[in-house]
């Protein structure tokens, strides 16, 4: 008993204790805790960033896409790019690149 009287009024009141408990709970012990909140926003973010580069790479295959369809010298360069295709009186060679090795 004598120890609750050398506690101030102030702490004693309930609606501090009661408001002070309602924080810490929201803040530490429920599911839905800041620091959860707080790293869920960062994936938020992560994702719209990798969303936006993602559609940036869609508009630009689709105007590749567009290109292969209308412009025949676009689609001959594609197939001599990608497939090493060549015309029947023609010979192709291909050089290899050679990479720098580290420590040479």
């Known amino acids: ?3 609750l009287n050398h506690i101030p009024a102030w702490l004693k009141n ?4 009661s408001g002070l408990s309602f924080i810490a709970i929201f803040l530490f012990f429920d599911k839905n805790d800041y620091f959860t909140q707080r790293s869920r926003v ?3 973010n992560n994702l719209l960033e990798s ?3 993602y559609q940036q790479e869609i508009a630009a295959e689709q ?3 567009e290109q292969l369809k209308n412009n ?8 001599r790019e990608k497939y090493l295709m060549k015309k029947d009186n023609e010979d192709l060679y291909i050089i290899p690149e ?3 090795q ?3």
């Open 1 to 3: 008993m004598k120890l």
């Open 14 to 17: 309930k609606y501090l204790i």
């Open 42 to 44: 960062k994936e938020l």
């Open 51 to 53: 969303k936006a580069y």
């Open 63 to 65: 105007h590749e896409l």
């Open 72 to 79: 025949p010298g676009t689609l001959e360069k594609y197939a």
């Open 98 to 100: 050679i990479k720098a």
């Open 102 to 104: 580290k420590g040479k």
